[in-house]
């Protein structure tokens, strides 16, 4: 209901196979025209629900950039300030009780040698990402840039991405339509899966997410990984990082430098 | 001969029982029905209209609660038509004639009631159907259980409908007050010898070409789990066959319920005969018996051998947060076995209402173990969660919206039983000998193979393309096309107008006697 307007956009992402496939959607007229009464039918229902459905969400029709994107964190770094998780949820309306991007706390060891550890969360735009595989319409999809989106046009809330992340970075939006001067956050959709998308507004500006720009530590360094001379390159290649959950096959492209050179905490 | 007749005839009257008698002995039954459907309206309005925020599910912890593990016993439920038609088609078990257009209902009410949940349960149904036909991606569980499910229903359908067919054609010639409707439903049916066979033939192929379809549809169920492997307790190769297993639990249980509760409404002892209910109960206890082998299966691998995550939360279920229900569920099943069993193997008269007592305990147990594959993993993810992913505690619109589907599927049987006959209607010699030698139209002769041909050019079309929009659309509507050849291929057999000089095609043969 919200963003109806919205919905009217270009038919597809440029530069995505989604985007390219769709243009080619429409279908031609069968050969045998006696039994075309049912198909027929079938065609027009069809050209009928793309003329409406047809369209992407503005946030997910931005222009791709080139090379992977990535973000290196170091929990070093990291003092728990949950800065990044308000100023995350201050960027895109994400609604009470969800969540883009946060810091996840916990005790480790026995006493006297505990320490209190804290590990900055988000969606990891995964290279093989669970959630793209299973979504049934398409809403979830990945740029060419790399970074995992999630089309609120299009989703129909069946929640099966966040059964099949196991970085649990996806939230419902439960509640119905926020109000008017809410609407303007896509991430606010009602009936609708939202995650991290890397800021791509912001970025694709050539500025930084705002979880990275905030962070008062610099413990989160955002860039290109394809460039070897960006930032985050070269803290991947002091191989001192490693991704979440890396044994599922998902591929992350967010990946944290230990803490005192020890790895990436095992959950 | 005239004593057969007569026989037929009773057979016919009895059948014809909750048509002739609508109301029935208790009317307020019917009346608390439709005050239940009314309840389960209200709820699903609700939160169609004031969103999920009504349900207890939230996005950390359980964000697939009891709409989901209603939807799944639904369609576990849905197995039983089609595999009681195939037992009586294919395997050729006669005895179990009488049961299967009532598995066949069955099939069709709880197939729609778990469409219906899956509608409730999506965030938005408004896009729900449209999206996931147009923009359908094929490596999407949701998809193929889109194309399944859609051809499930749609050949269920005509599976019913050829099996009925016939009987409609009777009720026209009956003093019924809906007779006109009956005439018209049956779609010009002649009873002749050829029709009967046409009709036989392509049921026994349908119900053949179901069994596949059957299966595909819960493994796909299975999948929606087994495939995700960000989630101990639901990764695993065991979950298609898994559910394939439960749906035969749960359908069969729920016949044998349904089964029981019709003889006893409308006297159908002679109809649905004792040693049925033996044959239904020794075999009920072997699935039973089959799925708790699965369970054990199941966890002693993740308990030897599994990984850490794995063996975790198989040690949560088996002696953690969940032990009770678990046990407390495998008790039951375990008892319903035995008792079954025993219920079988007792010599003397069958207790009909013991055995039913048993399946519906069953019944209660295989939702009890749906509700159990849903929750622990959800509430114990593998990494730490934003806010603690707390208890699952469903809302009252939620247990409304649940368990008042099963209230609006009985009211939809009762309306069934008063207007469509449970049992197929015995057969009388075919009184009208028209013997039909094939039509000369070429434009009719050609619907079938034209059919064919369009539902495969539609499906390869939809999977060639499979990447683009619109695939899920072609593929589906081919696949649907082609269920509906065998129905095609009876409307456009044997049919002439009575009375009237018939076509060409068709020539009279001189009736015996």
């Known amino acids: ?267 | 001969m005239e004593s057969e007749a007569s026989v037929d005839r009773t057979i016919e009257s009895s059948i014809l029982r909750p048509l002739r008698e609508p109301g029935g002995t208790r009317p307020w039954r019917g009346r608390i029905l439709a005050l239940g459907t009314a309840i389960w309206m209200w709820s699903c309005a609700r939160i169609l209209s004031e969103g999920h925020g009504l349900l207890g599910t939230g996005s950390y912890g359980v964000s697939w609660g009891l709409t989901v593990a209603n939807t799944i016993h639904l369609i576990g439920i849905s197995h039983v038509g089609i595999a009681v038609s195939a037992v009586v088609r294919v395997l050729g078990l006669e005895r179990f004639r009488n049961a299967a257009r009532i598995a066949e209902l069955l099939t069709l009410v709880s197939l729609l009631l778990a469409v219906a949940n899956i509608t409730l349960d999506v965030g938005r149904p408004d896009r729900f159907l449209v999206n996931t036909l147009v923009h359908g991606r094929w490596h999407a569980p949701m998809v193929w259980s889109a194309t399944v499910i859609s051809l499930y229903l749609v050949s269920s359908g005509v599976y019913l409908y050829l099996s009925m067919r016939r009987d409609l054609w009777v009720l026209s010639r009956t003093e019924l007050p809906f007779r006109a409707l009956y005439a018209a439903l049956s779609l010009g049916y002649r009873d002749t010898e050829e029709s009967r066979n046409r009709h036989d033939q392509a049921l026994s192929w349908l119900a053949l070409a179901l069994i596949p379809v059957m299966v595909s549809v819960h493994s796909v169920y299975g999948l929606f789990f087994g495939l995700l492997s960000a989630r101990p307790g639901w990764h695993n190769p065991l979950q298609a066959p898994y559910f394939v297993l439960g749906a035969v639990v749960s359908g069969f249980s729920a016949l044998v319920v349904l089964l029981a509760l019709l003889r006893r409404e409308f006297a159908w002892r002679e109809l649905l005969e004792e040693r049925l209910f033996r044959v239904f109960a020794v075999f009920l206890a072997f699935v039973i018996f089959l799925y708790l082998y699965f369970t054990g299966s199941e966890h002693l691998t993740a308990q030897y051998a599994g990984p850490p995550a794995e063996r975790a939360l198989s040690g949560l279920v088996l002696g953690g947060s969940y032990a009770w229900a678990f046990w407390g569920t495998m008790t039951a099943g375990l008892l319903a076995l035995i008792w079954l069993l025993r219920l079988a193997r007792r010599p003397g008269p069958v207790k009909v209402g013991a055995i039913a007592a048993a399946a519906a305990l069953v019944n209660g147990a295989m939702f009890a173990k749906r509700v159990l594959l849903l929750l622990p993993p959800q509430q114990h993810p593998a990494l730490p969660t934003p806010l603690p992913p707390g208890l699952y505690v469903p809302t009252a619109v939620e247990l409304a919206a649940t368990f008042g589907t099963y209230l609006a599927g009985a009211l939809a049987f009762l309306g069934i039983l008063r207007f469509l006959p449970a049992i197929e209607l015995p057969l009388a010699e075919p009184e009208d000998a028209l013997a039909w030698t094939g039509t000369r139209d070429p434009w009719r002769r050609a619907v079938v193979p034209l059919t064919i041909a369009a539902g495969l050019v539609l499906v390869v079309w939809g999977v060639r393309g499979r990447e683009a929009d619109f695939a899920p659309l072609k593929w589906i509507s081919g696949l649907l096309l082609l269920a509906l050849v065998p129905l095609e291929w009876c409307l456009l057999g044997g049919q002439g107008k009575p009375g009237a000089v018939p076509d060409s095609s068709f020539v009279r043969q001189e009736a015996e006697g």
């Open chain 1, 1 to 267: 209901m919200t963003g109806g307007g919205r919905e009217e956009g270009s038919a597809g992402i440029p530069g995505t196979p989604q985007g390219a496939a769709s243009r080619n959607a429409v279908p031609p007229r069968p050969a045998r025209r006696h039994f075309t009464l049912a198909a027929g039918a079938t065609l027009a229902l069809a050209l009928v629900a793309r003329r409406r459905v047809g369209g992407r969400a503005e946030g997910v029709s931005l222009p791709p950039r080139r090379g992977r994107k990535a973000m290196a964190i170091d929990l070093d770094r990291c003092m728990g300030c949950q800065a990044c998780a308000v100023a995350c949820k201050a960027e895109h309306g994400v609604r009470l009780g969800g969540f883009r991007s946060w810091v996840s706390e916990e005790e480790n060891g026995r006493f006297p040698a505990v320490t209190r550890d804290f590990l900055p969360r988000l969606c990891n735009h995964c290279g093989n990402a669970p959630c793209l595989k299973v979504c049934p319409t398409g809403a979830t999809l990945r740029r060419a840039d790399g970074i995992v989106v999630v089309d609120s046009a299009r989703c129909i809330g069946c929640r099966h991405c966040m059964a099949a992340c196991p970085y649990n970075a996806r939230y419902f939006n439960s509640q119905l339509d926020p109000g008017p001067e809410q609407a303007r956050f896509t991430a606010r959709t009602h009936g609708t899966v939202d995650k991290c998308d890397f800021c791509a507004r912001r970025t694709d500006a050539g500025r930084q997410p705002a979880c990275v720009e905030t962070c008062p530590a610099a413990a989160r360094v955002f860039g290109d990984a394809d460039d070897p001379d960006s930032p985050v390159s070269r803290l991947r290649a002091t191989g001192r990082g490693a991704g979440l959950l890396e044994e599922l096959g998902t591929q992350p492209s967010v990946f944290y430098l230990g803490r005192r050179g020890a790895g990436p905490p095992r959950t």
